[in-house]
């Protein structure tokens, strides 16, 4: 049966592209990427980037509802060499899109092109954990173009109210909890901390406890699991913490954010990507502050990044070209200026954040810094593969069980490993 999934590769559906008073482009790009809402800085960031290119024109084709959808649309344009010329899959799909096809010679080592523009233009553009998001089995295949790392958003005078200082947010979990403990005291209506993992749409919160802590999900072969070590125990008992030390009920994502927009909670770690709607949300009732991710680890550990990364998929040589500048153009700091002053994701460029891009704007939106803050830590979201899906149900029913109290921690650390190692399986 034909649906909206399977034709999205199928040639048709393809928006037009920003309309510019120039000559007849010599070579067309035809472009994909996920969610729609996206819409609203790529077609700002492909008008910047075919008015400094006329002899490229951006084609989109119609935008994937998701990341998921989007990665099975390709893998069927894969099978058929529907592919597009670019597209930007999610962070956590690029390994199995990539190991796909490179198998079929469809996707290009972009290290060989970054190589040619010299190493001082590396340095100068891209932290190396950045350009590791991007990499799969040793090879450059994406250049990371949007990106996300969880923060913490702050309710200053409940903290004051905690006996905290609104403008020293805590840098570990132990003053972390210990702050929402005394919130909680100081205000037994209110949650101190809410850290939902619990309700949470994906694993991401739940791997950023594993990795801030120098642990990793997955073997280096990506195979297996091993967040079964001390940085899994940690994690898995500081969850069981929040509920127990740090005032934090179990309750759904939507009220969650409801609740600390209303006064209800004095901390709350969400993605930077949620800024303008809890801003939004909160409106006037408090002064809205943001803080970085604690990093227990500070030599290994770091925080999962979502987001997504550019890839090439054309065979064609003049197109592989024009679609490397279009690539060096959507991840340098003009287009990234666009990106993050509509999302609040972070840059994936390091000159995006100077005087003239973003330095103006992060002093007008504080709150914006905290992610850029932490580009440095930012390490893969890790892939379950196929099953990814079913192994965040399947944890997140765990780490509910032990954040009510149900399981022990180590117990249910000790199910969460064994039941990913059978799912991973099949």
């Known amino acids: ?25 010599a070579v067309t790009l035809d472009v ?10 790529f077609n700002p960031i492909a008008e910047a980037f075919q008015r400094a290119n006329p002899d490229v024109r951006i084609a989109f084709r119609q935008p994937a509802p998701n990341y998921d959808e989007q990665h099975q649309a390709l893998l069927r344009g894969a099978l058929t060499n529907q592919l597009p010329d670019v597209t930007f899959p999610g962070f956590n799909r690029l390994p199995e899109l990539a190991r796909t096809l490179a198998q079929r010679n469809q996707i290009l080592d972009l ?45 200053p005078e409940l903290v004051a109210r905690g006996g905290g200082n609104p403008d020293a947010f805590p840098t570990s979990w132990e003053a972390v909890v210990a702050l929402g403990g005394r919130i909680k005291a100081a205000v037994p209506q209110a949650m101190g901390v809410s850290y939902y993992i619990n309700s949470f749409d994906s694993d991401w919160l739940w791997q950023a406890l594993v990795q801030q802590g120098g642990g990793r999900m997955l073997n280096a072969a990506g195979n297996a699991p091993a967040f079964g070590d001390a940085a899994g125990q940690a994690a898995i008992a500081l969850a069981r913490r929040f ?27 969400d993605s930077p990507a949620r800024l303008s709607v809890i801003t939004g949300l909160v409106g006037g009732r408090f002064p809205l502050r943001t803080a970085p991710f604690p990093i227990t680890d500070q030599a290994r550990g770091g925080v999962p ?44 460029n390091r000159r995006a954040t100077a005087e003239e891009f973003l330095g103006a704007w992060y002093r007008e939106n504080p709150n914006a810094r905290s992610a850029a803050m932490q580009a440095d830590k930012s390490l893969p979201w890790e892939d379950y593969g196929a099953n990814g899906p079913r192994i965040h149900r399947m944890q997140q029913e765990v780490l509910t069980a032990v954040m009510r109290g149900d ?6 650390l000790e199910r969460m490993v064994a039941q990913t190692a059978a799912l991973m399986r099949g």
């Open 407 to 412: 399981i022990a921690p180590p117990a249910g």
């Open 305 to 348: 990044t979502g987001g997504n990364a550019a890839v090439i998929t054309t065979r064609d040589p003049a197109k592989r070209a024009a679609a490397w500048r279009y690539v060096k153009f959507s991840a340098g700091p003009e287009a990234q200026k666009i990106a993050v002053e509509m999302t609040g994701y972070l840059p994936t």
């Open 1 to 25: 049966m034909l649906t909206r999934r399977t034709t999205l590769l199928a040639g048709t559906g393809v928006l037009a592209a920003p309309a510019l008073p120039r000559a007849q482009a």
């Open 32 to 41: 994909l990427f996920a969610n729609p809402s996206f819409a609203r800085f």
């Open 243 to 269: 509920v127990t030390d740090a005032g934090m009920g179990l309750i759904g994502a939507d009220q969650n954010r409801q609740q600390f927009a209303t006064g209800g909670t004095g901390i709350i770690f």
């Open 111 to 155: 290290g060989p092109l970054i190589a040619e523009e010299g190493a001082a233009w590396k340095a100068e553009n891209f932290a190396d954990r950045m350009l590791a998001l991007g990499q799969v089995d040793g090879k450059q295949y994406g250049m990371p173009f949007n990106a996300s790392s969880p923060i913490a958003y702050y309710n």
